[in-house]
């Protein structure tokens, strides 16, 4: 979760704060480029350690609601979800270790989020299944602490960029 202070003699140093950023584009283009300047920007102002995720060339199914996740004692978290693709790839960054910030970039299709951002959000159910299943064992992240936020692109400036972030905005709560 969050820095501990440690002090030696007078000073006192702060861990680096590790931001990571997603952009869910399917393209290297304009979501990608919002993303990676606000991490930049992370850096170069308050030294953060990031980290760049893409979904291009990724394939992230939907969830099935199979339940494999309630059944399931994997060695760790993300390996819960039964499907197979590259979603537990995607999604480790954001549990091992739980990161102090988090941007999440969405080009805006149909007036909301892409297929690929619904389809990761879907899945992160099965990280928190132990709160039902406390049997599961593995402890769900907790993201509490997690500072976050989102960023839209649309062709339009009525194109659904408000909607896109409120998505998003509402899964991070």
Not at 133 to 160: K, L
């Amino acid at each position: 979760g969050h820095p501990i202070q440690l002090v030696i003699g007078r000073s006192i140093l702060m861990p680096k704060v590790r931001i990571v950023g997603i952009s869910s584009s399917p393209r290297h283009a304009n979501t990608e480029l919002l993303v990676k300047e606000a991490l930049a920007s992370a850096e170069a102002k308050y030294g953060a350690v990031t980290e760049f995720i893409s979904f291009k060339g990724k394939k992230i199914s939907g969830c099935l609601d199979c339940k494999s996740c309630e059944r399931r004692r994997e060695k760790r978290l993300v390996e819960q979800c039964v499907l197979k693709d590259d979603w537990q790839e995607l999604v480790t960054p954001l549990v091992e270790p739980v990161p102090n910030g988090l941007i999440i970039g969405a080009p805006v299709y149909f007036a909301n989020v892409n297929a690929q951002l619904r389809a990761f959000m879907e899945r992160c159910t099965s990280l928190f299944k132990p709160y039902w299943h406390p049997e599961i064992p593995h402890t769900p992240p907790d993201w509490s602490r997690t500072a976050a936020g989102a960023v839209s692109v649309g062709f339009h400036r009525h194109g659904g960029q408000e909607v896109t972030v409120n998505t998003i905005l509402q899964w991070l709560l």
